[in-house]
């Protein structure tokens, strides 16, 4: 168990439907990072946040948007669904750790859209 | 644009049979190379982070070398445990984001 927590695990939903994905980071960690793996594209990075605010943006559509509350947790928000967005959303938050930087990766949700 | 390739893409092994796992990357900086087991429908498992080249880390039958250009996780004496698929990741400079390869996808047969 990393710590970080993701909800919901599953959902399956439909095209055009807008869902959120919620992530919680581990106790202390300041960073959040989004990621989307499909089976064609291996693991892509999305969007980073620090403590609130947007740190770095990766290949991250205009349909989705993504946010950092106060106390860390964090939303994704994927709208005007396709069937194209089927895929894993992992969340990781990060830390220094003896041995260096670590990203730690939470279970994942499986996003289905029919 | 940043890149990260892994080689090779599924490699098959018998217990106990010791290979490598090569992460090949082209980067505007680095300031640190990462290294993840991936379990199928779970989330990357962090093992290591290098930093600069000649840098060596282990971890059980696992050991990570990094160079200027690639980097190697060499697996010693496999079990069936150790199946799964091996992510590469680098962070060019801080604060930008991680780039995955694509990943080797190890079996291990007892």
């Known amino acids: 168990d990393s710590g970080v927590t993701q909800t919901p695990k599953h959902l399956i939903t439909a095209t055009g439907q807008r869902v959120t994905l919620r992530c919680s980071p581990r106790?202390?960690?300041?960073?959040v990072y989004w990621y989307q793996q499909s089976l064609d594209q291996g693991l892509q990075f999305l969007i980073q946040y620090y403590n609130g605010e947007e740190r770095a943006k990766g290949n991250i559509l205009e349909r989705f948007s993504a946010q950092q509350f106060p106390d860390l947790h964090s939303e994704l928000n994927l709208s005007s669904l396709e069937l194209g967005d089927s895929a894993l959303y992992f969340c990781?938050?990060?830390?220094?750790?003896?041995?260096?930087?670590?990203?730690?990766f939470g279970p994942g949700t499986r996003l289905t859209v029919l | 644009e940043d890149q990260v390739t892994q080689s090779p893409e599924a490699l098959r092994l018998q217990e106990g049979e010791s290979s490598s796992l090569n992460c090949s990357y082209t980067v505007s900086g680095l300031r640190g190379l990462f290294w993840y087991r991936q379990d199928p429908g779970k989330g990357p498992e962090f093992l290591f982070t290098l930093y600069s080249a000649g840098e060596e880390k282990e971890k059980e039958r696992l050991k990570a070398t990094l160079t200027k250009k690639e980097s190697f996780l060499h697996i010693t004496a496999p079990k069936p445990e150790d199946s799964a698929t091996y992510l590469c990741?680098?962070?060019?400079?801080?604060?930008?984001?991680?780039?995955f390869g694509p990943g080797t996808r190890l079996s291990v047969l007892p």
């Open positions: 990741a680098v962070q060019p400079n801080y604060g930008q984001n991680f780039v």
């Open positions: 990781a938050s990060s830390a220094i750790t003896a041995s260096g930087d670590a990203q730690y």
């Open positions: 106790s202390g960690d300041l960073s």
